[in-house]
């Protein structure tokens, strides 16, 4: 296990990086899909990040996501930029404008698809890899930071077994 996850850094600042990088990446894609209901799901997920982002700011300090480590537990790279399907002009997903600059489609053009069943597969996939992350975080936090991880280590399991659950019946 190497500095990206948290070895040798402060329990709490790794921790905050993942959740972080977590509100992020939800964030992003949730701009950046076409699909409604991926959009409702990748919102609900950065809410959740956003709630825990807040309870470990708490013991951290707000300004501890600047210096926090970042997992590489979210494809950030598939979602921070979208191209017009159009004209294949790039943009940002921050700053995806109304219509394409370049030849005027409406904004729609912009969209990635990524299906419902790929989304919770995400959801999955980066919950587990979070929860090992705070499990080990964990380990090597006292007092109140070590009751918050353990704490978070449990939510995330549970998120990545609700993930499976909903990517199986989107499966079936």
């Given at each position: 296990?190497?500095p990206?996850?948290?070895?040798?850094?402060d329990?709490?600042?790794?921790?905050?990086?993942?959740?972080?990088?977590?509100?992020?990446?939800?964030?992003?894609?949730?701009r950046?899909?076409?699909?409604?209901?991926?959009?409702?799901?990748?919102?609900?997920?950065?809410?959740?990040?956003?709630e825990?982002?807040?309870?470990?700011?708490?013991?951290?300090?707000?300004?501890?996501?600047d210096?926090a480590?970042?997992?590489?537990?979210?494809p950030?790279?598939a979602?921070?930029?979208?191209?017009?399907?159009?004209?294949?002009?790039?943009?940002?997903t921050?700053?995806?404008p109304?219509v394409?600059?370049?030849c005027g489609?409406?904004r729609y053009?912009?969209?990635?698809?990524?299906?419902?069943t790929k989304?919770w597969?995400?959801?999955?996939?980066?919950a587990?890899k979070?929860?090992?992350l705070?499990?080990?975080?964990?380990?090597?936090?006292?007092?109140a930071?070590?009751?918050?991880?353990?704490?978070?280590?449990?939510e995330e399991d549970?998120l990545a077994?609700?993930?499976?659950?909903?990517?199986?019946e989107?499966?079936t």
């Open positions: 296990m190497g990206e996850r948290g070895t040798g850094t329990p709490l600042a790794s921790a905050v990086g993942a959740v972080f990088e977590g509100v992020t990446f939800f964030e992003l894609a949730r950046a899909v076409a699909d409604t209901r991926v959009k409702v799901t990748f919102g609900d997920l950065a809410k959740r990040k956003r825990q982002l807040a309870r470990l700011e708490a013991l951290a300090g707000p300004r501890a996501k210096a480590p970042r997992p590489g537990f979210y950030i790279e979602v921070a930029k979208v191209e017009c399907y159009v004209c294949g002009f790039g943009v940002e921050q700053s995806m109304e394409c600059p370049s489609a409406a053009s912009f969209e990635k698809e990524i299906a419902p989304a597969e995400i959801a999955g996939t980066s587990r979070s929860a090992a705070f499990r080990d975080l964990g380990g090597r936090a006292q007092g930071a070590k009751v918050l991880l353990d704490e978070l280590a449990r549970g077994s609700n993930a499976d659950e909903h990517a199986a989107l499966r």
